[in-house]
């Protein structure tokens, strides 16, 4: 058995197989479409390619109802127009497998060995999670490449590189934003002690903390990531005007999606729809993730790949909507934490079955309320309520049982 494992988790073996099981899911796909009454496809594949369709005539990609997405991301597509309908599906596997290879990379510059690295990376190669999501025309799998990337340009020593593809991050979907306060903490310089007398050293220590803020790293750092997305921002206003800014960032903003999901907010939101307070409920709820997302900043910030998975099961858990989709976000991320975990295999998968279980439980009353019209919108609640204490049960023993094993080197300048 273990020689068979050490077989498949060859790199060329490993990597191959999962770019040609994805691969095989896409064929698949495609025939499960065209002969079928349930369709494989997602429904955000043919909001991304009638985008796309659009541009080709010269249009704006936000002529197509629902399109809430950078027009880069339409941009890139259009090759479903002039050669296939699976361009995009390839696009998104190939990222997929991507994401796989980002993740091998960054376990062994955080120290793993080779083969140790394959086996976790696996995880993610292998998932059956992400390969469906890329498949079925999922562009999740894009910004996971990106956001690895930067994670791997940082613990590479690579700051250009890693503030380009951290701003291009944020541009194609703005939940990234929010690892900008580990990242800054990072690049700080480290403060010297003070042998004053208590009053000069407290006053010492403040002015300290602020101008370690005031070095060429982060400046260097701030200046390329902003102005990666600032380029990109002003050059589609350019192009598409206000309904560029408002359906790919304000949209987001100021959402308040009444149909059922994994949010422990989206019942409070469906019965004060039509209240004049929606929209500052709505507002409200960033108040949780802002002062958990601060908390994890500075208690983890030392180590930046944990503490982005913090951030992002963090803000995924309590965002005020949830789909599955969104759970791609942070299983990313996850490899690169499982090696430094000293939870026990039955403690690992215990967490496991329960995480899956608060999903079960919930997809109970969500089948009766979508195929049975049933009104069970108090029990989906009440079961995104008990999920989400599972998942802040299931950080709490990630964090407790977290061991770092190395520490970090600052960041160099190309």
């Known amino acids: 058995m273990e020689k068979l494992i050490s077989k498949l988790t060859e790199k060329h073996v490993l990597f191959t197989a999962s770019f040609a099981i994805r691969l095989a899911l896409v064929a698949y796909g495609d025939y499960q479409d065209r002969t079928m ?6 429904i955000d594949y043919h909001v991304f390619t009638d985008a796309a369709r659009f541009i080709t005539k010269g249009e704006s990609p936000y002529n197509r109802s629902t399109y809430r997405y950078t027009p880069l991301l339409a941009w890139l597509l259009t090759p479903n127009i002039y050669l296939s309908m699976v361009f995009g599906k390839i696009l998104f596997i190939v990222c997929d497998v991507l994401s796989g290879l980002l993740i091998y990379r960054i376990l062994c510059l955080r120290g793993l060995g080779s083969e140790t690295a394959r086996r976790v990376c696996s995880l993610w ?16 799998s894009i ?18 590189l890693a503030a380009m593809l951290y701003g291009l991050s944020v541009h194609m979907k703005i939940y990234p934003i929010t690892y900008v306060l580990p990242i800054v903490l990072t690049l700080r310089t480290p403060e010297t002690r003070a042998g004053e007398d208590k009053e000069g050293r407290r006053w010492r220590k403040l002015f300290g903390f ?6 060429r790293q982060l400046f260097l750092f701030a200046s390329v990531a902003g102005g990666v997305f600032c380029i990109l921002t002003a050059f589609f206003y350019y192009m598409y005007g206000w309904k560029f800014l408002h359906e ?3 949209y987001h903003l100021t959402r308040r999606d009444i149909r059922h999901n994994f949010s422990p907010y989206f019942y409070m939101l469906y019965l004060t729809a ?20 601060l908390v994890a900043s500075w208690a983890f910030h030392r180590d930046l790949a944990f503490c982005c998975f913090l951030h992002t099961a963090i803000f995924v858990s309590f965002n005020k909507v949830c789909t599955s989709q969104y759970f791609l976000w942070y299983l990313c ?3 690169l934490v499982i090696p430094h975990l000293s939870l026990s295999l039955k403690q690992g998968v215990g967490l496991l079955l329960l995480w899956f279980a608060g999903q079960g439980i919930w997809l109970g009353p969500a089948y009766f309320l979508e195929f049975e019209g049933n009104n069970t919108f108090l029990l989906i609640w009440l079961a995104g309520l008990f999920f989400l204490i599972i998942n802040c ?10 061991r770092p094993t190395h520490t970090p080197k600052r960041p160099k300048v190309e």
Request: glycine fraction near 8%; hydrophobic fraction near 50%; aromatic fraction near 10%.
């Open 125 to 140: 190669l292998l998932n059956p999670l992400p390969m469906g999501v890329s498949s079925r025309g999922n562009a999740e």
């Open 37 to 42: 009454v349930v369709k494989y496809t997602d």
């Open 393 to 402: 049960f299931v950080l709490v023993q990630v964090i407790a049982h977290y």
């Open 143 to 160: 910004l996971a490449a990106l956001v690895l990337g930067t994670l791997l340009c940082m613990e590479g020593r690579r700051l250009i």
């Open 248 to 250: 790919t960032y304000l």
């Open 333 to 335: 991320l996850l490899p």
């Open 274 to 293: 039509d209240s004049r307070w929606s929209q500052w409920l709505g507002l409200a709820a960033f108040l949780p993730q802002l002062i958990l997302l």
């Open 210 to 215: 602020c101008g370690s803020f005031l070095n």
